[in-house]
């Protein structure tokens, strides 16, 4: 069974700056998805951004990045320019391409509260 | 376009008693699910629903049932509450099943059983 483990419960970081929250994950499969998901204090989860295992370039969506370590079963998030609105609960994601058969669920991890002080 | 919407926000419930919760989306999307999320948890999928009049377990399917009889809603019932299930439980759709697809989350409904 795959899992997912967010080994930082809480980061911090001030506006302007650069945080990196980390991800890994376990898998044997070698195609698959991974997600960062956002959920600020609304509860809503937000897609940040996403990664297919089979493409080598990081993704990148304006200010948050990833790097994806498909050896390293690695998948960081990178927040530049951090902004008060940043402030969330940040969850990694992994979702089999079996899901294009069958409704394989996201296995999320437990999640990285981000706090970012002015 | 609301998206995904979930009725209600809250509710406290007594061991034994039952509800439903509702969960409707606007974007004819044919996928929809239901998660809970527990404290220091992440999300955990209960059902999903590959279309009209089809549903299917997820990974903690015990003590709940679902219906989907409109394209539109997916419904999360509980027949006897029991204090695990307190949660918050979030409601998702998606356009595909494809492993790639956005899944749109609701704002989610936070449960309490006592």
């Known amino acids: 069974a795959q899992t997912v483990t967010q080994s930082q419960p809480e980061m911090s970081v001030q506006e302007a700056e650069t945080v990196t929250l980390s991800c890994t994950y376990d898998?044997?499969?070698?195609?698959?998805?991974l997600f960062w998901y956002k959920q600020p204090p609304s509860r809503q989860m937000i897609l940040v951004i996403r990664?297919?295992?089979?493409?080598?370039q990081n993704a990148t969506e304006n200010r948050f990045s990833v790097n994806f370590q498909k050896a390293a079963k690695s998948f960081s998030l990178k927040i530049s320019d951090s902004q008060l609105g940043d402030a969330a609960m940040y969850f990694c994601?992994?979702?089999?391409?079996?899901?294009?058969?069958?409704?394989?669920?996201?296995?999320f991890g437990k999640g990285t509260t981000l706090s970012v002080s002015s | 376009n609301a998206g995904v919407t979930q009725t209600p926000k809250f509710r406290v419930l007594k061991t034994g008693q039952s509800m439903t919760l509702l969960c409707a989306q606007d974007m004819n999307h044919e996928y929809m699910y239901w998660y809970r999320q527990d404290p220091g948890m992440g999300l955990r999928l209960i059902h999903y629903s590959v279309g009209e009049g089809t549903t299917a377990k997820g990974e903690v399917p015990d003590g709940y049932n679902v219906s989907r009889l409109k394209k539109q809603n997916f419904l999360l019932g509980l027949e006897s509450a029991a204090p695990s299930q307190t949660s918050v439980y979030f409601c998702?759709?998606?356009?595909?099943?494809?492993?790639?697809?956005?899944?749109?989350f609701g704002p989610g409904t936070r449960l309490t059983v006592l």
């Open positions: 998702a759709s998606s356009y595909r099943l494809l492993a790639s697809d956005t899944q749109y």
């Open positions: 994601a992994y979702r089999s391409v079996r899901a294009n058969q069958a409704g394989t669920a996201l296995i």
């Open positions: 990664q297919e295992a089979y493409k080598q």
């Open positions: 898998t044997s499969e070698s195609d698959y998805y």
